[in-house]
Nanobody, 126 residues
Framework: QVQLVESGGGLVQAGGSLRLSCAAS????????MGWFRQAPGKEREFVAA????????DYADSVKGRFTISRDNAKNTVYLQMNSLKPEDTGVYYC???????????????????WGQGTQVTVSS
């Protein structure tokens, strides 16, 4: 049973920073790609960032490029999302997810991800 637990969300003013973490358990973390997604109220879940199993492949949504950084520590079974220069439009619930079939890549498509965490709320005030 794959379990993903996100943490690090909270309330921050525009221009501030947050670091999200996603701890995975009970599976071979280092053999899968990982992704971060977010969902704002009334909107569909959208891709934020993804990272391949060995960190060689990384991809970002255009809206976060230059502000967010995804990284992973396979020894700790954890993936991170460093978020800088936050904007009110970054507000939403942030989810991490596991992608097993394309571990060397960083897929953007939501449907390719197999397991999801419960999410952590990020609120950016103006």
């Amino acid at each position: 049973q794959v379990q993903l637990v996100e943490s690090g969300g909270g309330l921050v003013q525009a221009g501030g920073s947050l670091r999200l973490s996603c701890a995975a358990s009970e599976y071979t973390f280092s053999t899968t790609a990982m992704g971060w997604f977010r969902q704002a109220p009334g909107k569909e879940r959208e891709f934020v960032a993804a990272i391949g199993r060995d960190s060689a492949t990384i991809d970002y949504a255009d809206s976060v490029k230059g502000r967010f950084t995804i990284s992973r520590d396979n020894a700790k079974n954890t993936v991170y999302l460093q978020m800088n220069s936050l904007k009110p439009e970054d507000t939403g619930v942030y989810y991490c997810a596991v992608e097993r079939d394309n571990p060397w890549y960083a897929p953007q498509e939501t449907y390719k991800y197999d397991y999801w965490g419960q999410g952590t709320q990020v609120t950016v005030s103006s």
